[in-house]
């Protein structure tokens, strides 16, 4: 019987052996899908932080360069502007602003505000834009023409 005995006690020994081989396995496996997948993520985070960051030194580049260009064009209109009323080509026009005036570098709000003309302010008008919107003062600034007294004739025309 004792014979008997330990072949079923053996038998039970690789039984429970086995069994926990199959644990040993199963947890190892789990835990290696587990270290993978934090491994993805944190990865993935890793080089979202990475291109995060390289996507906004990006658009910092990119905004220094268009202001860059912007700045080279107003001192390009600037500079046509000096030229022009240097030559001395246009008959001036003495007027009065209107309100509070926003002055700007060129013909419109697209261009920086360069300056205010105060209400009663004497100003003088040089030239108009193609549509006769926008008037450019001796000072080199534009101004609406809502924003001064009078009418303006024969204005030369100016494109920046």
Do not use: C
């Given at each position: 019987?004792?014979t008997k005995?330990?072949?079923?006690?053996?038998?039970?020994?690789?039984?429970?052996?086995?069994?926990?081989?199959?644990?040993?396995?199963?947890?190892g496996?789990?835990a290696?899908?587990?270290?993978?997948a934090?491994?993805?993520?944190v990865?993935?985070?890793?080089?979202?932080?990475?291109k995060?960051g390289?996507?906004?030194?990006?658009?910092?580049?990119?905004?220094?360069?268009?202001?860059?260009?912007?700045r080279?064009?107003?001192v390009?209109?600037?500079?046509?502007?000096?030229r022009?009323?240097?030559?001395?080509?246009?008959t001036?026009?003495?007027?009065t602003?209107v309100?509070d005036?926003?002055?700007?570098?060129?013909?419109?709000?697209r261009y920086?505000?360069?300056?205010?003309?105060?209400?009663?302010?004497?100003?003088?008008?040089v030239?108009r834009?193609?549509?006769?919107?926008?008037?450019?003062?001796d000072?080199?600034?534009?101004?609406?023409?809502?924003?001064?007294?009078?009418?303006?004739?024969d204005?030369?025309?100016?494109?920046?």
């Amino acid at each position: 019987m004792s014979t008997k005995f330990n072949l079923v006690q053996d038998r039970d020994d690789d039984t429970l052996r086995g069994g926990i081989k199959r644990h040993a396995f199963v947890f190892g496996v789990v835990a290696l899908v587990l270290f993978a997948a934090v491994a993805l993520v944190v990865g993935t985070a890793t080089v979202g932080i990475f291109k995060s960051g390289f996507d906004h030194q990006q658009r910092i580049n990119e905004n220094q360069a268009r202001i860059a260009a912007e700045r080279q064009r107003y001192v390009a209109i600037k500079d046509k502007v000096a030229r022009f009323i240097a030559d001395g080509d246009f008959t001036p026009y003495a007027a009065t602003a209107v309100g509070d005036s926003t002055l700007y570098v060129g013909p419109g709000p697209r261009y920086d505000v360069s300056g205010k003309a105060k209400d009663g302010a004497s100003v003088t008008v040089v030239a108009r834009d193609e549509l006769g919107v926008w008037l450019l003062l001796d000072s080199g600034d534009w101004i609406h023409r809502g924003h001064i007294e009078g009418e303006p004739s024969d204005l030369a025309v100016f494109t920046p």
